[in-house]
C-alpha cells in the first residue's frame, strides 16, 4: 500500500536554528498538508498545499514557517528560528482530490525537540 | 468555535467488553467524518471515514462508527475489545466548503485490561 514517508522520524535542535522537515507524499496525490501535535494535545492543522502554492494556513503559520515543493516528489516543511513551543510531533498527508471519497494519507511524522 | 468535541479523554474496558468512543460535531451542514487511530510512537491511520453514503460506516480491525444527523454524532464502536485496540483514536472533520483540511478532536486514550 502506497506511503507518506517522513524523514527524519527525530529530530532535536537548538533555539533559534533552522529545521527542515521532509515529506515524500503518495506519487499521484496532488494536495499536500501539514499538521503538528505538541505532545499531549490534539493534531492542529498548519498548511495546505496544491498547485505549487500555499492553499490555506492557520494562525500557527507564522512567519517562520514555509513549505516547498522543490521537485515532483518532495514537500518540505521549513522552521526558520526554532522556538521552545515548537516541540512536537509534525505529520505530512497527501490526498488525491478533496471530494468526499477521498482519504487522507498520514506520514509517521517527525518528532522534533528543540532545546 | 470548537467543530468537533470528543467526549471522555481516556476510555477504559476490558478485553471481549463493547467499546464506545464518542464524537460529536457543530456544523450546519453534515462535514465529512473521520476516525484515526494512532498507536504509540507511530503515525495515524485511518480507521474509517463518512462521507455522505451510508449511515453506518465500517471500517478497519473490526470498528464502525455510524452518523447521526439528529445527534450531531459519529460515535465509534467495536463489539468486542482486544488488547491491541490499545491506543490513541482522534475523531476529525472535513467541513463544507471550508477547503481540505481536517479539524481533529482533542483525542480519546483506549485502554484495554486483561
Known amino acids: 500500500e502506497p506511503e507518506v514517508t517522513q524523514t527524519p522520524s527525530h529530530q532535536v535542535t537548538q533555539m533559534g536554528q533552522e529545521v527542515i522537515l521532509r515529506c515524500v507524499p503518495i506519487?499521484?496525490?496532488?494536495?499536500f498538508y501539514w499538521y503538528r501535535q505538541i505532545l499531549g494535545q490534539k493534531v492542529e492543522f498548519l498548511v495546505s498545499?496544491?498547485?505549487?502554492?500555499?492553499?490555506?494556513k492557520s494562525e500557527i503559520f507564522d512567519d517562520q514557517f514555509s513549505v516547498e515543493r522543490p521537485d515532483g516528489s518532495n514537500f518540505t516543511l521549513k522552521i526558520r528560528s526554532t522556538k521552545l513551543e515548537d516541540s512536537a510531533m509534525y505529520f505530512c498527508?497527501?490526498?488525491?482530490?478533496?471530494?468526499?471519497?477521498?482519504?487522507?494519507?498520514f506520514g509517521s511524522g517527525t518528532r522534533l525537540t528543540v532545546v | 468555535a470548537q467543530s468537533v468535541t470528543q467526549l471522555g479523554s481516556h476510555v477504559s474496558v476490558s478485553e471481549g467488553a463493547l467499546v464506545l468512543l464518542r464524537c460529536n460535531y457543530s456544523?450546519?451542514?453534515?462535514?465529512?467524518l473521520f476516525w484515526y487511530v494512532q498507536y504509540p510512537n507511530q503515525g495515524l491511520q485511518l480507521l474509517l471515514k463518512?462521507?455522505?453514503?451510508?449511515?453506518l460506516v465500517k471500517g478497519i480491525n473490526g470498528f464502525e462508527a455510524e452518523f447521526k444527523k439528529s445527534e450531531t454524532s459519529f460515535h465509534l464502536t467495536k463489539p468486542s475489545a482486544h488488547m491491541s485496540d490499545a491506543a490513541e483514536y482522534f475523531c476529525?472533520?472535513?467541513?463544507?466548503?471550508?477547503?481540505?483540511?481536517?479539524?481533529f478532536g482533542q483525542g480519546t486514550e483506549l485502554s484495554v485490561k486483561p
Open positions: 498527508a497527501s490526498t488525491e482530490g478533496q471530494g468526499g471519497n477521498y482519504g487522507y494519507t
Open positions: 506519487s499521484n496525490h496532488l494536495y
Open positions: 498545499f496544491y498547485n505549487n502554492e500555499i492553499s490555506e
Open positions: 456544523s450546519s451542514v453534515p462535514p465529512y
Open positions: 463518512y462521507t455522505s453514503a451510508a449511515t
Open positions: 476529525a472533520v472535513r467541513l463544507y466548503n471550508q477547503g481540505g483540511k481536517l479539524i
